[in-house]
């Protein structure tokens, strides 16, 4: 079955950065557009990213454009997320997600299994 393991979530400063990867098995994983989602308290799921199933295309929502890089390594089915200049809003917990097919869907809808997530705080 589909097993998405996100690792890398920590406490940052404002301004900081952090790298967060996810571990996928049980699909291939080339074959799949891949995200990341997230979730702050007492707030909705959001999509934050998204990436081609052969890394030619990259998306962003508008409030992490220029700051965060998602990336992916289909040699080692992984996933990753490079978070710079890192805001007090952006603390959330983090998940990685597998697209429904080959391309990105900006929105959570295009995704049909996430991981547990790891936590993100950005705070002084």
């Known amino acids: 079955q589909v097993q998405l393991v996100e690792s890398g979530g920590d406490l940052a400063q404002p301004g900081g950065s952090l790298t967060l990867s996810c571990a996928a098995s049980g699909f291939t994983f080339s074959d799949y557009a891949m995200g990341w989602i997230r979730q702050a308290p007492g707030k909705e799921l959001e999509w934050v990213s998204g990436i081609y199933n052969d890394g030619s295309d990259t998306f962003y929502t508008d409030s992490v454009k220029g700051r965060f890089t998602i990336s992916r390594d289909n040699s080692k089915n992984t996933l990753y997320l490079q978070m710079n200049n890192l805001k007090p809003e952006d603390t959330a917990l983090y998940s990685c997600?597998?697209?429904?097919?080959?391309?990105?869907?900006?929105?959570?809808?295009?995704?049909?299994?996430w991981g547990q997530g790891t936590q993100v705080t950005v705070s002084s």
């Open positions: 997600a597998k697209g429904r097919s080959l391309v990105v869907v900006a929105g959570t809808s295009g995704y049909d299994h």
